[in-house]
């Protein structure tokens, strides 16, 4: 009967530390979960605030007002020339009567007809730069470039609102630095501690298998395996999480598409992976190689 007992109640305790590990899993596996989305959220809204800082400068319009003496196949060979320039990002015509039709539709009535019939407007292109060159130095090169043409007149841009814009958008992206940095740091120590409580709980475990000999890769294996694996589903959930609420602002707004690329999901999906396995296995080594140096009497601390 008393072997009977014993059995039964071993029995019991495995049980018991097993329902205890199982609990201990899921909850480290939905922390986790939850650190991955806050992580996929800074890459995303680090992503996004790129692609809108892009597409801010990429508006910005320049624009050459053209000799007099220009003809239409003398403007074509210079639109052509000038489009493969490495700092054209879009260029648009606008000829003398185009520009008189749209004056005449903005203010009411035909300037000509005061001239005595005569177009007072000059045909001019608006050209858009590649975000990289919308900056004052380049734009003051450029133009200093452009200047020296025949074909053009004049240069016109709003360099104030180049300065103001760029001078926000610096002040901006260090703003989001200074975040994504601090969130990264939380992410970094919650995850780090969902799994040495994690190891925590079984370092008796470790120590037993220490003590029969068994070398410490054999002992981290089963860990890194597990750790892994709520790596693997916890990553999996958050990228659910992320790409359903992505597609769901979408749907909302298609104009999100815009700043939210294709390219800056799978990035954000791809990221959330990487980071939860690479962050779960540096955690589970550091954290199991803690506890095998541990002594036997600082266990119970």
């Given at each position: 009967?008393?072997?009977?007992?014993?059995?039964q109640s071993s029995s019991r305790g495995r049980k018991k530390r097993n329902r205890g590990i199982q609990g201990g899993s899921i909850a480290s596996g939905i922390s986790i979960t939850l650190?991955?989305?806050?992580?996929?959220?800074?890459?995303?809204?680090?992503?996004?605030?790129?692609?809108l800082s892009r597409n801010v400068r990429e508006n910005l319009t320049v624009t050459l007002l053209l000799d007099d003496d220009l003809d239409s196949l003398q403007?074509?060979?210079?639109?052509?020339?000038?489009?493969?320039?490495?700092y054209v990002s879009r260029l648009t015509l606008i000829t003398k009567e185009q520009a008189l039709r749209?004056?005449?539709e903005v203010m009411g009535n035909d300037p000509s007809e005061f001239l005595g019939g005569e177009n007072p407007y000059t045909a001019s292109i608006e050209m858009n730069l590649v975000s990289e060159y919308a900056c004052t130095d380049s734009l003051v090169e450029i133009t200093r470039e452009l200047k020296k043409r025949w074909e053009v007149s004049d240069v016109i841009y709003q360099r104030d609102l180049v300065e103001r814009l760029n001078s926000n958008l610096q002040k901006a992206a260090i703003v989001l630095a200074v975040l994504a940095a601090l969130l990264l740091i939380i992410s970094v120590v919650l995850i780090n501690n969902t799994v040495r409580l994690n190891v925590y709980a079984r370092r008796f475990q470790i120590h037993t298998m220490r003590l029969v000999g068994a070398s410490w890769s054999f002992i981290e294996w089963p860990f890194l395996r597990h750790s892994l694996a709520i790596g693997i589903i916890s990553a999996t959930i958050a990228d659910l999480l992320l790409g359903g609420g992505v597609w769901y602002a979408m749907q909302q707004d298609p104009g999100i598409a815009e700043v939210v690329t294709q390219t800056?999901?799978?990035i954000m999906l791809a990221s959330v992976v990487t980071f939860g396995l690479l962050l779960t296995f540096i955690c589970t080594t550091v954290s199991v190689g803690h506890f095998l140096r541990m002594r036997e009497a600082e266990m119970y601390r």
């Open positions: 009967m008393g072997n009977t007992d014993q059995i650190v991955l989305v806050l992580f996929g959220l800074v890459v995303l809204f680090g992503l996004t605030a790129i692609q403007t074509d060979g210079f639109k052509t020339m000038l489009s493969q320039k490495p749209e004056e005449t800056t999901i799978i």
